[in-house]
């Protein structure tokens, strides 16, 4: 449940406020149902967000249950009056809300003065949730993973997240009662525009008995100068994310991840041959003597950028965690390594990334598996061309036969054909020289 807190003078049982602080209030608010006059009301957000922005006439609003007392056809049983210069008009229970609406709700509560006391800065706590909630889990198999983990904890404000292959910790300093609670990232999504606009923030954990007295409802709630947000806390013991974080390390380096970014951009978008999305490709990252070398694997390209380092390692990385990894950090980032086989620390300004590297044996048993995969794929590609060379072979034999045995059918039908008339005539002759001597003999 959400709150609106903004300044005005009540009116009865509605209230007078300025029509820009309340249009404003409403476009930070994350539920899509607003409930006036002590929840008897309840409208959509979105679509009296828009009719409020649509009002001409005063810069002054004047809203209070209309309960049958308009005129002519406005009358309506239940719902709210809206009154700007001299526009007028009423609005009825439910408006803008639709089957698919879904049930979460604002309050809207007029005070005339609203202070909120803060302690901690409202964009530097969206920034902090800002680097931590793209490294939340997406399945939702794991439901623990796909929040976010806040606890307070000596006079600092630690916000966890993690998906298994990568683990985010940004820390804020703040001045507050100890606790911790886990947020679902889906309700963390929308609350971050909303700080970044925001002016002033204050943080705490509030516990409440549940119904039965006995367990305690945990939520998270931040109160800006326009509204009050209250986030649960979801159940789920998050895991000891503190051991996979290695406490010495062979060498560091510290560098531009901007400049980092493009080179390796450069040399995954040379993959088009495969079916692996080419982000997903890994990149080898050698740290030696003032520079990184970026390496793609087959040696499809090679590049550097300077750096300053001290030690010598080498490491395989994915190609588009390495990529969201250096957009988290943005700016000059320190690397840390162990070796090929540990976590590897990116830390910038009181937030830390570990990732995972894949494993150089892991990364040649993929390669000799892609290129035994490859040898298999030619060897049937080379069976295939041969036992088509063979079928085109058979088919020209078979079509050289055809045309031979067309030829001497061909060959004989002509030789009959000059044979029979040479012995016509030969018949002829013969028999005109035997009529010529009957006839000699009978002179």
């Known amino acids: 449940m959400e709150q609106v807190n903004i300044e005005g003078k009540r009116s009865g049982e509605g209230f007078v406020a300025h029509k820009d602080t309340l ?134 404000l630690i916000l966890v997240s993690a998906d298994g292959y990568r683990l985010a910790i940004a820390n804020l300093y703040f ?109 080898i990252l050698t740290i030696n003597d003032g520079r990184i070398a970026i390496e793609a694997k087959e040696g499809r390209g090679k590049t550097e950028i300077k750096a300053d380092t001290s030690g010598e390692g080498k490491i395989a990385v994915n190609g588009k965690y390495l990529l969201e990894a250096l957009k988290a950090c943005d700016g000059i980032v ?8 540990s976590p590897m620390l990116f830390s910038v300004d009181g937030y830390q990334l570990i990732l995972m590297p894949i494993r150089m044996s892991e990364l040649a048993e993929t390669e000799a598996k892609r290129q035994a995969e490859a040898e298999t794929t030619n060897q049937a590609e080379a069976e295939a061309v041969a036992e088509a060379e063979k079928v085109a072979q058979k088919a020209q034999a078979r079509t050289r036969g055809k045309a031979k045995r067309r030829a001497k059918a061909k060959a004989k039908v002509k030789a009959v054909e000059g044979v029979k008339p040479g012995k016509t005539e030969v018949t002829k002759s013969e028999t005109e020289q035997t009529r010529k001597a009957d006839l000699v003999g009978v002179a």
């Not at 001409?56 to 719902?79: C, L, R």
């Not at 909630?133 to 307070?152: E, N």
């Not at 679902?184 to 002016?199: N, Q, Y």
């Open 23 to 156: 249009a404003n209030a409403l476009s930070r608010v994350l539920a899509e149902r607003v409930m006036l006059f002590n929840d008897d009301v309840t409208v959509g957000r979105k679509g009296f967000l828009g009719y409020l922005k649509a009002l001409a006439g005063s810069n002054i609003v004047k809203v209070v249950p209309a309960n049958g007392n308009a005129s002519g056809e406005q009358v309506i049983d239940k719902g709210l009056k809206v009154v700007c210069g001299s526009h007028q008009s009423c609005i009825p229970e439910g408006a803008w809300i639709k089957d698919k609406t879904p049930f979460t709700f604002t309050q809207i509560r007029v005070s005339s003065c609203n202070a909120v006391m803060p302690n901690l800065g409202s964009v530097e706590l969206a920034e902090a949730l800002a680097r931590v909630l793209p490294f939340t889990a997406s399945d939702d198999s794991r439901a623990v993973l796909q929040c976010i983990k806040l606890s307070i904890k000596d006079s600092k």
């Open 175 to 283: 001045d507050g009662d100890e606790g911790e609670v886990l947020i679902h990232r889906d309700d963390v999504k929308g609350l971050i525009p909303a700080l970044r606009k925001a002016k002033r923030a204050r943080l705490a954990i509030e516990q409440k008995p549940d119904s039965e007295g006995n367990l305690l409802n945990k939520y998270v709630v931040i109160d800006t100068e326009l509204v009050r947000y209250k986030l649960p806390n979801q159940d789920g013991k998050y895991p000891d994310y503190g051991q996979i974080i290695p406490s010495e390390f062979t060498c560091n380096a510290s560098f531009d991840t901007r400049e980092a970014s493009r080179a390796s951009r450069s040399l995954l978008s040379v993959w088009y041959d495969d079916n692996i999305r080419p982000l997903d490709h890994p990149l």
């Open 334 to 341: 320190n690397l840390q390594m162990v070796n090929p086989g």
